[in-house]
C-alpha cells in the first residue's frame, strides 16, 4: 500500500502496512497527492511503537558508506541517493514523516544542483512569485495572513525554490507552518525575495550582493555536512542572490504592505 506525494516537481512513494496512516496522508498533502508513476523517490515506512517521553534526540543527518542516515528523537531513516530510496522507522506520524520528506527534498536539491528550501512565505501575485524569508518571529506568517484577495499563497513555511533558465520558480508545498495549511500546488516564476524586519512603516531596502547571499544561507533548510553539496548550496544561493530582487522589507503588522507587492 502507497501514496505517491508529489512537491516541487519531484515525488516520493511512501510505502506503509498502516492503512489508516497512508489514509492520513492522502488527506492531508490531498492537493499533492499523485497517481504513482515510473521514477518516483521511494520511502518505505517501518511502523515503531510510539516514541518514549523525553525523546528528543536532536536531529542528526550524516553520509555512512554512501547512505544517509537521518536521526531524531521520533524517527531513524537511512537514504540512498544513488538508487532514490530509502527505508524510515517512526510510530505513524504525519509531523515526523513530513520532517524526514522536508531533509529528503533538501538532499535531492542539493545533490542535482536543482534548487533550495528556503525558510519563508511565499505567495503568487499577478502570476509573479514573492518569497518572504526570516527566523522565527519574523512575520512570516504574518504576511501570509495579511494576502489580500487574489495572492495565492506557496507556503508560510517552507519556501520551495527550483532552478528555471536564468532564474528560479516558486512551488507550492504542503510544508504548513503557524496556519496548519498546505499551500496551493501551483508554481510562478519568482520575481523577489524580501528579508522581513517588522517596524512602525512599510518600506524595501535593496541589499548587497554580499549581504543577500549571506542572509539567503541563514535562512536555507540544510543539514548535512558535506563538502560537496555544501558547494552546491552555496552555489545555489549565489545564484539566487544575482537572478532577483533581493531586499529587506520592513513593515507594520497592516495589509497595507501588499501595496509594495507588485
Excluded at 498533502?29 to 521514477?39: I, N, R
Excluded at 527566523?135 to 527550483?162: F, H, Q, W
Amino acid at each position: 500500500m502507497s501514496v505517491c506525494i508529489g512537491v516541487g516537481g519531484m515525488a516520493v512513494r511512501v510505502e506503509c502496512p498502516d492503512a489508516r496512516f497512508l489514509h492520513e496522508l492522502r488527506r492531508h498533502y490531498a492537493g499533492f497527492v499523485e497517481d504513482v508513476t515510473d521514477g518516483a523517490l521511494e520511502l518505505v515506512v517501518e511502523p515503531l511503537p510510539p516514541p518514549a517521553v523525553g525523546s528528543d534526540a536532536e536531529l542528526e543527518v550524516r553520509l555512512e558508506a554512501g547512505l544517509w542516515i537521518l536521526h531524531r528523537g521520533d524517527f531513524r531513516a537511512e537514504w540512498d541517493p544513488g538508487a532514490g530510496k530509502g527505508v524510515v522507522r517512526l510510530h505513524p506520524n504525519r509531523y515526523s514523516l513530513d520532517s524526514v520528506l522536508r531533509i529528503i527534498h533538501s538532499l535531492e536539491l542539493a545533490r542535482t544542483g536543482g534548487g533550495l528550501l528556503l525558510h519563508g512565505a511565499s505567495a503568487v501575485r499577478n502570476g509573479r512569485g514573492f518569497v518572504f524569508s526570516g527566523p522565527s518571529g519574523a512575520g512570516k506568517t504574518t504576511m501570509a495572513r495579511l494576502a489580500p484577495a487574489g495572492v495565492r499563497l506557496l507556503t508560510d513555511e517552507i519556501s520551495y525554490l527550483r532552478v528555471a533558465g536564468d532564474g528560479f520558480e516558486a512551488w507550492g508545498t504542503p510544508f504548513a507552518g503557524e496556519l496548519a495549511q498546505p499551500g496551493e500546488n501551483i508554481v510562478a516564476p519568482l520575481a523577489a525575495l524580501y528579508f522581513l524586519r517588522q517596524a512602525g512603516e512599510n518600506r524595501i531596502d535593496p541589499l548587497s550582493p554580499s549581504e543577500a547571499l549571506r542572509l539567503i544561507l541563514k535562512n536555507t533548510l540544510f543539514f548535512a555536512h558535506d563538502p560537496v553539496l555544501v558547494a552546491n548550496v552555496f552555489a545555489l544561493a549565489d545564484r539566487l542572490a544575482g537572478s532577483v530582487e533581493v531586499g529587506e522589507l520592513s513593515f507594520a503588522p497592516d495589509v497595507r504592505v501588499w501595496s509594495l507587492i507588485r
